[in-house]
């Protein structure tokens, strides 16, 4: 079956900091990719998203490229604001037919001034 | 244009009852999904409602079971709580796109739901 493993949390960096979170997946298929982030008290927002091979997804300063060959989609940000605390999930849905959206454990992230 | 709403924001309830939530999906969705997320934990999937029929199903027991309406909104049901269904209960919609990838999904706040 489907499943996701990321990096283990919570992971602390101080403002402006580079900032990696590792994820690998196991799949059948192709699958898409996302990175979702949960702020506190608040419910899942999609961040980035990638569909197929080498994919490079982006928003809001955060990018994740579709790494096929090693099953990986690691997060990255060149620097990190205090706004960005939040815990981040790895997920994934196979393509064609119906969404099951499989996530990971999920990283939390604080960002310190 | 609405994205997705739950009610109720929180529940709280004891051991033996019945609960029923509420999610209305994003304007022009047609799928709705279900999950579980205890706390520290991802999200879990429970079902996924299509054309008012249940199309997909998680490792749930019968416990939880669902409807969805022709307006595609959609409800959890979860009967004789246990403890340990303690958690934020999610709601996604996406747009069914036959025989193609996927569109992606959109969550709702969530609806917390305590057992005592």
């Known amino acids: 079956g489907n499943s996701v493993t990321q990096m283990e949390g919570p992971v602390t960096l101080s403002e402006e900091a580079f900032l990696t979170i590792n994820c690998t997946y196991t799949?059948?298929?192709?699958?898409?990719l996302f990175w979702y982030v949960q702020y506190p008290g608040e419910g899942l927002q999609l961040l980035l998203k990638?569909?197929?091979?080498?994919d490079k997804g982006s928003n809001k300063g955060f990018e994740a490229t579709y790494r096929k060959e090693t099953t990986s989609f690691h997060l990255e940000k060149g620097s990190v604001q205090v706004s960005d605390s939040a815990v981040y999930f790895c997920?994934?849905?196979?393509?064609?037919?119906?969404?099951?959206?499989?996530f990971g454990t999920g990283t939390k992230l604080q960002v310190i001034p | 244009d609405a994205g997705v709403t739950q009610s109720p924001t929180h529940l709280i309830k004891t051991r033996g009852q019945q609960v029923t939530l509420r999610c209305s999906p994003k304007?022009?969705?047609?799928?709705v999904s279900w999950y579980q997320q205890a706390l520290g934990q991802g999200p879990q999937f429970i079902f996924q409602y299509y054309e008012e029929e249940e199309r997909q199903r998680g490792n749930f027991p019968d416990r939880f079971s669902g409807h969805q309406f022709p307006n595609y909104s959609s409800e959890l049901n979860v009967n004789a709580l246990l403890l340990g269904d303690s958690a934020l209960y999610l709601c996604?919609?996406?747009?069914?796109?036959?025989?193609?990838?996927?569109?992606?999904?959109?969550f709702g706040p969530g609806t917390r739901l305590t057992v005592l």
């Open positions: 996604a919609s996406s747009l069914d796109n036959a025989g193609a990838v996927t569109d992606t999904q959109y």
């Open positions: 997920a994934l849905a196979n393509s064609g037919g119906y969404q099951k959206v499989t």
């Open positions: 990638a569909t197929k091979a080498d």
């Open positions: 304007s022009g969705h047609d799928t």
């Open positions: 799949a059948t298929g192709y699958p898409s």
